[in-house]
């Protein structure tokens, strides 16, 4: 792309930015830099791929959580620092003990259960298609349960988080 064609759709493109999130520094090009992008640790599978338990098995993410360390470990050590990690694709296989999946990318708040497993999509910051307010969603764990409450952005910038919310991060 051309100097003059990559500043024209920088310039159409400039209305689109949210500059909130954007620190001074990162403004402007300061010159060549790299990120690391990483794809499907897809905890569980490795133990049912080997036991052939493809459906059902996976109860196991050992094998995954040591590489996975390795993989954070390898990062740590480079020089320079990359930018930034991004992290794609299947994440887990099978999911023991987990009780909750909270995911996005539907741009409104939705979810469900099943076989005991509460699956929370939480509506974006950015672009509502449905008729979700902007905002973020809370989630307290304890050793008992998991409560999340999805706040628009101006609620949570002007009273922060509720009372029983509050409670629970005190519980021992």
Avoid at 115 to 139: E, F, P, Y
């Amino acid at each position: 792309m051309a100097a003059a064609e990559a500043r024209s759709v920088f310039h159409r493109a400039r209305g689109r930015t949210l500059d909130a999130f954007l620190a001074e520094k990162e403004r402007e090009w300061k010159g060549p830099f790299y990120f690391i992008q990483g794809a499907d640790p897809q905890f569980g599978l490795m133990k049912a791929w080997s036991t052939g338990e493809c459906d059902s098995g996976g109860d196991e993410w050992g094998q995954e959580t040591r590489l996975t360390e390795q993989a954070v470990r390898a990062v740590n050590r480079l020089n320079p620092k990359p930018k930034f990690f991004v992290l794609c694709g299947d994440l887990v296989h099978a999911m023991p003990g987990v009780k909750a999946v909270f995911s996005g990318h539907y741009h409104r708040n939705a979810g469900g259960i099943y076989q005991n497993l509460d699956m929370v999509v939480s509506s974006a910051i950015g672009c509502q298609l449905g008729k979700d307010t902007h905002g973020l969603r809370v989630v307290v764990v304890t050793a008992e349960k998991i409560v999340h409450r999805y706040y628009s952005l101006d609620e949570l910038s002007e009273k922060g988080m509720e009372d029983d919310l509050m409670d629970l991060l005190k519980e021992k």
